[in-house]
């Protein structure tokens, strides 16, 4: 390609003045503009990779129970397709917006490129409430959405995954939809089904697994012990709260926190009664126990060794990251360490482990499920469990390798990994026009 004006400086691109950083889309865009810049990329390719290849929008209409409709907006972003086909999350979500869209799709680029799936990224989703609206006027709205979006969606072409509120029972009618329009069964344009559908065993917490794997090799990075770490968990969800069980019998789980507060004992939780209580009453609020109550924000300000934030994007921000009295933080949600707060971490020595890198897990047995899919063959759970971590100690060992021979953080060394991966691809391809 032809050599154009250099790459610009990330100041010159996202200057740190404001608070722009603190989304998800400027702190997936700081990522790969800091990557680019230390790979010194093509000024090019750098255009191209710095925009999605696609986006599309649409309406809506859904029937509802009570009579009438209500017009919702969809989207699908498709970020790049170097790689391999689309594949990406389909988000159902009050107040959802195409710069989140965006960044989730770009994100998703990324880690399949660190993680070496052959995938490109994309994200979709429809700006509604779950909770607001009965099942069947879900089904509609996802079942008119995925109509709406068959010519550019299928095994080869875009793939969906599982993502806030879009369940297995969410996947299953995504995968009957396409199915009834082909005439037969595609079961590998989901990822994410039920079992019975042609999902995989080790999805269900499958996130909460590569987090498991990776934090040994981070504990030792970090120097901290590889048994008996005090461990704080921000978010209590599915990945939190199976994440709590894997390591609970290794480290000592200190906090555990949801959206009403978190409950703080530095002597360790009693994890189990705590969410078996969630699970019954749906939030720690009335939980009670051997523990201190204590404020989601507070718990940033408690001692621990590792902190893993598994909740919303930006959760260590500007504002608070100078406050973080963790040695290791473990991002189990994407972008919930902020461009700035990278930063003040980074000052302060500690060790940061890059969500596309932690979070690998569920994208590597999404990838598995769509193999299994094409080969028309399951795996065993012990079979998925050792392809996932091979693939993920893999990951780590190369980005760690880039960290150490460029004196960088793990979050730069993935990010520049990832970049070169897909630039490399696309360089390969050539421009098509």
């Known amino acids: 390609m032809a050599q154009g004006s250099p790459v610009p400086r990330v100041d010159d691109l996202a200057p740190l003045t404001g608070a722009q950083d603190e989304n998800a889309f400027s702190t997936m865009m700081a990522s790969f503009d800091e990557a680019a810049t230390q790979l010194g990329l093509d000024p090019d390719l750098y255009a191209t990779l710095r925009k999605p290849d696609r986006e599309v929008k649409i309406a809506v209409p859904t029937p509802l129970d009570r009579g009438g409709l209500s017009i919702f907006d969809g989207w699908r972003v498709q970020h790049n397709a170097g790689l391999g086909p689309y594949f990406g999350p389909l988000r159902l979500q009050a107040g959802l917006t195409i710069d989140e869209l965006r960044a989730l799709a770009g994100w998703m680029t990324w880690k399949c490129a660190v993680l070496d799936i052959p995938f490109g990224g994309s994200a979709g989703g429809i700006a509604l409430d779950p909770?607001?609206?009965?099942?069947?006027?879900?089904?509609?709205?996802?079942r008119r959405y995925v109509s709406c979006l068959l010519s550019d969606?299928?095994?080869?072409?875009?793939?969906?995954?599982?993502?806030?509120?879009?369940?297995?029972?969410?996947?299953?009618?995504?995968?009957?939809?396409?199915?009834?329009?082909?005439?037969?069964?595609?079961?590998?344009?989901?990822?994410?089904?039920?079992?019975?559908?042609?999902?995989?065993?080790?999805?269900?917490?499958?996130?909460?697994?590569?987090?498991?794997?990776?934090?040994?090799?981070?504990?030792?990075?970090?120097?901290?012990?590889?048994?008996?770490?005090?461990?704080?968990?921000?978010?209590?969800?599915?990945?939190?709260?199976?994440?709590?069980?894997?390591?609970?019998?290794?480290?000592?789980?200190?906090?555990?926190?949801?959206?009403?507060?978190?409950?703080?004992?530095?002597r360790g939780?009693?994890?189990?009664?705590?969410?078996?209580?969630?699970?019954?009453?749906?939030?720690?609020?009335?939980?009670?126990?051997?523990?201190?109550?204590?404020?989601?924000?507070?718990?940033?300000?408690?001692?621990?060794?590792?902190?893993?934030?598994?909740?919303?994007?930006?959760?260590?921000?500007?504002?608070?990251?100078?406050?973080?009295?963790?040695?290791?933080?473990?991002?189990?949600?994407?972008?919930?360490?902020?461009?700035?707060?990278?930063?003040?971490?980074?000052?302060?020595?500690?060790?940061?482990?890059?969500?596309i890198l932690a979070t690998g897990g569920g994208a590597i047995v999404n990838y598995f499920e769509w193999v299994q899919n094409r080969a028309g063959y399951a795996w065993s759970l012990d079979r998925v469990h050792k392809r996932q971590e091979r693939m993920l100690l893999a990951a780590w060992e190369q980005v760690l390798a880039i960290a150490r021979e460029q004196a960088v953080s793990l979050k730069m060394a993935a990010h520049m990994l990832a970049v070169r991966r897909v630039a490399a691809a696309d360089s390969l391809r050539g421009l098509y026009a």
């Not at 909770?131 to 996802?142: Q, W, Y």
């Not at 189990?272 to 939980?287: M, Q, T, V």
């Not at 590792?306 to 994007?313: E, G, N, T």
């Not at 700035?340 to 482990?353: C, E, N, P, Q, Y």
Request: with cysteine; glycine share 10%; charged share 20%.
């Open 131 to 142: 909770a607001a609206h009965s099942a069947v006027e879900l089904e509609r709205a996802v």
């Open 153 to 266: 969606v299928g095994q080869d072409h875009d793939v969906f995954s599982s993502d806030m509120a879009s369940d297995e029972r969410v996947m299953a009618w995504v995968m009957d939809t396409v199915s009834m329009h082909s005439r037969f069964t595609e079961n590998a344009v989901v990822c994410g089904k039920p079992l019975a559908l042609g999902g995989t065993q080790g999805h269900v917490g499958a996130v909460a697994q590569g987090l498991r794997i990776v934090l040994g090799p981070a504990l030792a990075l970090a120097g901290l012990p590889a048994t008996g770490a005090r461990v704080m968990i921000q978010g209590a969800g599915i990945r939190g709260a199976n994440l709590a069980r894997r390591i609970g019998g290794l480290h000592v789980i200190v906090g555990l926190s949801d959206v009403t507060g978190a409950l703080y004992d530095e």
């Open 269 to 355: 939780l009693d994890v189990e009664p705590i969410l078996r209580w969630r699970a019954e009453k749906g939030d720690l609020s009335g939980c009670t126990g051997r523990f201190e109550r204590i404020s989601n924000e507070e718990m940033l300000a408690r001692p621990c060794d590792v902190f893993v934030p598994c909740a919303v994007d930006t959760t260590v921000n500007r504002n608070n990251a100078a406050k973080l009295q963790a040695t290791l933080v473990v991002e189990a949600a994407y972008g919930s360490v902020s461009a700035r707060a990278d930063r003040i971490l980074a000052g302060k020595g500690v060790t940061v482990v890059p969500d």
